[in-house]
């Protein structure tokens, strides 16, 4: 994925396709909003919001995010 903007793009479209957004994720979570997308958009790291978010989509963080965790991460989950 090329950018921040386009992942975070790419992420809110498959938590849509799965039936949730950013939003439910911080209700599940019992956490502001703005939080979760800081974290999907790359403003900030949390490992917690990293996973809720893939679990959702049914892959690991290291596939969503693979420049937070080095280059060895998989590419499962991205176009």
Do not use: D, N
């Amino acid at each position: 994925m090329t950018g921040t903007r386009e992942q975070h793009e790419f992420i809110k479209m498959r938590l849509r396709l799965a039936g949730s957004s950013l939003a439910c994720i911080a209700r599940e979570l019992g956490i502001q909003p703005t939080t979760v997308t800081a974290t999907s958009q790359g403003k900030r790291r949390s490992r917690r919001i990293e996973q809720a978010i893939a679990r959702k989509l049914g892959c690991t963080p290291q596939s969503l995010w693979p420049a937070r965790y080095g280059e060895t991460a998989s590419e499962e989950g991205l176009p």
